[in-house]
């Protein structure tokens, strides 16, 4: 399988490259063809006198035909790639799986208490254990 590689930011719904532990992981979610005029890009809507994009808007329109979806709605129909190298074994590979970010319980090294963050998890191809992308924290 070879993903598709971003050409850039532009591209992208989501982008995020980071280390974890002794691994990496690059994820990356592609912006869409509109469902209705099937030639557009879904993205957010742009601000008519900047031009550019509101980053903050909960909708995202067809630049064609301006086709608007609800955020989540869109969101949940679209596939994110990852490319990484385990933390746990070093096993490099990639794969796509649902955007969808679930609530996860993980220990906070700070505080040492548990807090649910939102997270997509995927195992491991090779030793079969849980990576998880987590939304950044503040
Ligand atoms: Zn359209
Ligand atoms: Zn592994």
Not at 89 to 105: A, S, V
Request: glycine fraction near 8%; charged fraction near 35%.
């Amino acid at each position: 399988m070879t993903l598709q590689q971003p050409k850039s930011m532009d591209e992208c719904i989501y982008f995020s490259n980071r280390i974890v532990g002794e691994g990496k992981i690059k994820a990356w979610v592609l912006k869409e063809k509109c469902p209705k005029c099937g030639k557009g890009l879904m993205g957010k809507p742009r601000d008519k006198k900047t031009g550019k994009p509101k980053i903050r808007a909960t909708e995202y329109t067809c630049q064609e035909c301006g086709y608007t979806i609800e955020k989540q709605e869109y969101e949940d129909t679209l596939t994110i790639n990852i490319e990484y190298i385990c933390p746990h074994c070093g096993n490099e590979d990639e794969l796509q799986t649902p955007f969808k970010w679930k609530k996860i319980q993980r220990l906070n090294q700070e505080t040492g208490k548990k807090q649910a963050i939102n997270s997509i998890r995927f195992q491991c191809s090779k030793c079969g254990k849980d990576i998880d992308i987590t939304k950044k924290m503040k």
